[in-house]
């Protein structure tokens, strides 16, 4: 293509032969005001602030549209231009509100910053009141502030040539011109998309997003995908939704791959935080992430992202163990091994899966489904060792260049205080219950079991009571064990546990060595003393009885175990502590030694363990001489901006998960619940909102940000 | 919508020159303006926000809001439309504007500085009332009065009351007698109520002349 030489204000410029002259002079730092064109939208020239004089023709023209041509010579800067732009910028504030700073978007505002520019006040014109501006002001996720409008139909063309959405349209009532939708309907009705296109290219403040969708917390590209931004692992959720609406799980199952090695088991058990980002959540229900993602792992055919995914780093001679062969230790293996390092997991039991595998009910998660993820990881070359205690972990260290220490917590929490707890054999934690289950060893449970905890693992337990063919009380404090997920606590009340809310346990009582009873008193409520953290109840009076049964399952939460033994230091309540003055939580005592996961967050969900894995194998690297960066891409993203109308979309309901009847899912320990098939995912994914389309967006770059000279040659 | 179509809408100036009798210059450009502000398309700011302008300073001038200074912006503003491009039909406006503004500036210094309408077009300039001498109380003006503004009837002749009447003239339109006229500036001399029919002498309006403000 040949190049175009032309003057701008006597500097000479070379550009492409397709572009205007304003492209041409802002690509080369030089700055003509505009504030209708947008880098992203086609030309509508209908603001009169980019004039520029162009020699040999009588009248000023409209940068914005036209085309540069060899030898132009272009005036962007002279008293009459000045006047021109000055008075096309006291047209646009007659309407415009005097008051900016009550104005959300108050010094994020083009229009503010271009009458800095120009040095414009209002002065000479009537004052526009606009009839119109009431129109269709009531909409979900776009507030309409339309008395700041000042029409430059960015918004419009937003959403009809680069969305082809075709909602927005310029509209006359009487002799005033707004901006609105066939017979002004709300937007929703009208086919909105809520894509947010039309709110970003907005110049000013009258087209803005809801307040409190995005966090602020964040830089404004994480921001702007509210799923990603909740997600520990900021998995590319958008992406493999749209991977899902095309009908192509297994690039969903890459995208998701890219940060997390456990589609699947995550798919079955995330506690799903994406879902309270949702922007969805405005229109009505958030999408149904978790479960898109169970759709895609389970309908991946092809595993066509794997032959990426093996690929590994040049060997780097470096030994690392990891001890904890659960989600955080095999996602940091994972990175590590890729990143080149020979790694060795030490697992105690007799399967890898931590948790997944023994901590959760099979119901829920299969050991098959958590053994196929984990099998692909030792096919990128991690080792796995079962069977294979670690008492010490500076041991290790001795054989190993860096040890990552992810145990998590393994040892249920029995409330001994409680008189009786030493005494009986049939007291459990419900740690213990899950992992007997799920390992295959016995457990003596009785006919009855009495639940102590209102948590989820509570009703994990119930479940797998029930299933095991022992009726179920759950007794906890909190009315309507509020502390658990309504989903699993109505699913094990379904299936017949019986729960005593609002409950406090005084003593297990027993006969001959055998539980025999919960002695229990009914509570008004209860709270935490906020000094010395001790429970607080308000019992009802006479209200103290006993339930009986033959067992009794504490589920009060889980600990490390950790002791001196283990050879690092540690703080009271089992937790290694970093006494170094580093600012890591993965660093320990031991030099080279570091510890990631529950063993130092505590109970938490797998999601966050994965993450945490993550972490520790990018700081681990870079420990080891590497670079840290576990950042990859299996699967190449094609966004399509131009998203269409789709009718209704704004009420398309969520899709739930069917679960399998009480009765007879209650009978075997088989997935409880049944995922999406085709029409359910493809109907699901439809509902997304595409936040990640939003990025693509230029921002329009104000004058501050061309070159100091032109800065200084504006003051003429 | 498309201006360019539009534009057919407008009169030219070229096709109307010199204005007829009885038309107000400052009248006829703001109904030139009326129409391109309705029909435009609302996409440019020189049609759409310009225009607007153009239309909020003429109406002041004809409502008694008018100063000498918006004349030089309303020149301004018409230029501007001309030299950087509006569509077809605000070019048109503009220029007739322009071409009223240029050739009628006597009628235009008089909106803005003396309140006045020569033709009795503009509304807030002349007030309307009953010649007594023609009046015969038949009374079909009163109820076309959408102000009730006008008494009298029977034996007496009709009476507008300045106070309530909205000049809309229609009982100008619907009087058989033609006996109900518009006043500017100076006030003919008529009864300050309804008197019997026949009971005024046909006085010469030139009677004792006294003017308004």
């Known amino acids: 293509m040949s190049r175009i030489h032309l003057t701008i204000d006597g500097i000479p410029v070379t550009t492409a032969e397709n572009e205007t002259v304003l492209q041409a002079a802002l690509s080369n730092g030089i700055y003509i005001p505009h504030i209708c064109t947008h880098p992203d939208l086609p030309v509508q020239a209908n603001c009169k602030l980019c004039l520029v004089e162009i020699d040999g023709m009588e009248a000023p023209v409209c940068s914005c549209e036209t085309p540069v041509q060899e030898g132009m ?134 087209l803005q997003d809801v307040e409190d969708i995005f966090r602020t917390d964040l830089p404004r590209e994480q921001a702007l995908v509210p799923c990603q931004a909740e997600c520990p692992a900021h998995i590319d959720i958008p992406a493999y939704i749209r991977a899902i609406q095309e009908g192509d799980p297994d690039k969903a199952v890459g995208i998701i791959r890219e940060k997390v090695p456990f589609p699947l088991a995550l798919g079955l058990v995330c506690n799903n935080r994406c879902e309270t980002g949702c922007k969805r959540k405005g229109l009505n229900d958030p999408l149904s992430i978790r479960n898109l993602k169970r759709y895609a792992a389970e309908n991946d055919q092809t595993h066509s992202w794997k032959e990426a995914y093996l690929k590994r780093l040049p060997d780097t001679g470096k030994k690392i163990a990891v001890i904890g062969a659960g989600a955080c230790g095999l996602t940091a293996a994972y990175y590590l091994n890729k990143k080149g390092h020979a790694v060795t997991v030490f697992e105690s039991k007799q399967i890898p899966g931590g948790h997944m595998t023994s901590g959760m009910p099979a119901y829920r998660i299969s050991t098959d489904a958590v053994l196929s993820e984990i099998q692909v990881i030792e096919e990128s070359g991690v080792k796995i060792l079962c069977n294979r205690h670690v008492s010490n972990a500076p041991e ?122 919960l002695k229990v008193h009914k509570v008004n409520g209860f709270y935490f003393d906020t000094q010395t953290h001790a429970l607080v109840e308000d019992p009802i009076p006479d209200s103290t009885h006993i339930i009986s049964c033959d067992s009794i399952i504490f589920a009060a939460g889980q600990v490390t175990g950790l002791t001196e033994a283990f050879g690092l230091q540690i703080n009271r309540f089992g937790y290694p502590i970093n006494p170094t003055t580093e600012k890591s939580e993965f660093i320990t005592s031991v030099e080279g030694v570091f510890a990631a996961g529950d063993v130092i967050t505590g109970t938490r969900f797998l999601i966050d363990a994965i993450a945490s894995g993550r972490e520790a194998a990018s700081l681990i690297d870079q420990y080891l001489g590497g670079d840290g960066n576990i950042q990859e891409v299996l699967v190449a993203r094609t966004r399509d901006p131009q998203i269409g109308s789709l009718e209704r979309f704004f009420r398309i309901p969520r899709n739930e998960l069917k679960n399998r009847s009480a009765q007879e899912r209650k009978c075997d320990f088989d997935a409880s619940s049944i995922g999406f098939g085709c029409t359910e995912a493809s109907c699901e994914s439809s509902r997304c909102l595409q936040c990640d389309l939003r990025k693509d967006i230029q921002r329009v770059k104000v004058w501050t940000e061309y070159n100091k000279k032109q800065e200084e040659s504006h003051g003429l | 919508m498309d201006c360019k179509h539009n534009a057919e809408l407008l009169p030219g100036c070229e096709s109307i020159n010199p204005l007829p009798e009885g038309t107000c210059p400052v009248d006829w450009a703001k109904k030139s303006v009326d129409t391109a502000r309705l029909e435009n398309c609302g996409k440019s700011l020189l049609c759409r926000d310009g225009l607007t302008q153009i239309g909020l300073i003429i109406d002041d001038i004809v409502s008694g809001g008018g100063k000498q200074e918006d004349l030089a912006l309303l020149r301004e503003l018409c230029d501007y439309i001309l030299k950087i491009g509006g569509c077809g039909i605000a070019c048109k406006a503009a220029e007739n504007v322009l071409y009223s503004l240029n050739c009628y500036s006597e009628t235009w210094d008089q909106h803005c500085r003396r309140k006045r309408c020569e033709a009795l077009v503009c509304k807030a300039y002349y007030h309307v009332y009953c010649m007594p001498e023609k009046c015969n109380g038949c009374t079909a003006c009163i109820p076309v009065c959408p102000k009730q503004a006008i008494s009298g009837g029977g034996e007496l002749t009709c009476f507008i009351d300045e106070e309530r009447c909205s000049n809309c003239g229609q009982c100008i339109g619907i009087c058989p007698q033609q006996a109900i006229g518009k006043y500017g500036a100076v006030k003919p001399r008529v009864p300050q109520g309804p008197v019997a029919v026949g009971s005024s002498a046909q006085t010469p309006q030139a009677g004792n002349r006294r003017r308004r403000r």
């Open chain 1, 73 to 206: 010579r272009v005036t962007t800067k002279s008293s009459a231009l000045s006047h021109w732009r000055n008075l096309a910028m006291e047209l646009m504030l007659a309407g415009h509100p005097k008051d900016c700073t009550g104005c959300k978007m108050y010094l994020k505002c083009e229009l503010q910053a271009m009458i800095q520019y120009l040095g414009t006040v209002h002065s000479r014109m009537r004052t526009v009141r606009k009839e119109t501006t009431a129109i269709n002001i009531e909409n979900p996720l776009i507030i309409r502030e339309m008395e700041r409008c000042i029409q430059c139909g960015r918004c419009v063309r937003a959403c009809n040539e680069m969305r082809k959405v075709n909602v927005l349209q310029y509209k006359k009532q009487g002799t005033e011109t707004y901006i609105g939708t066939q017979e002004d309907m709300p937007l929703g009705e009208a086919g909105c998309r809520f894509c947010g296109a039309c709110v970003e290219v907005c110049p000013t403040g009258a």
């Open chain 1, 396 to 517: 290790v260290k001795k054989d190993f260049d860096a040890v990552l220490v992810a145990i998590g917590t393994s040892i249920g929490k029995k409330l001994l205080y409680l008189p009786g707890a030493s005494d009986y054999p049939q007291i459990y934690s419900a740690l213990e219950l899950l992992q007997a289950q799920r390992l295959g060893k016995d457990i003596d449970l009785g006919d009855t079991v009495c639940i102590v905890g209102g948590g989820n693992v509570a009703f994990d337990a119930a479940g797998t009571c029930i299933r095991m063919g022992k009726k179920v009380q759950v007794v906890c404090l909190e009315k309507d064990a509020s502390q658990a997920s309504i989903e699993e606590r109505d699913a094990a009340l379904e299936e017949g546990a019986i729960l005593y809310d609002s409950h406090a346990t005084e003593a297990i009582c027993g006969n001959e060595g055998h539980v025999t009873g």
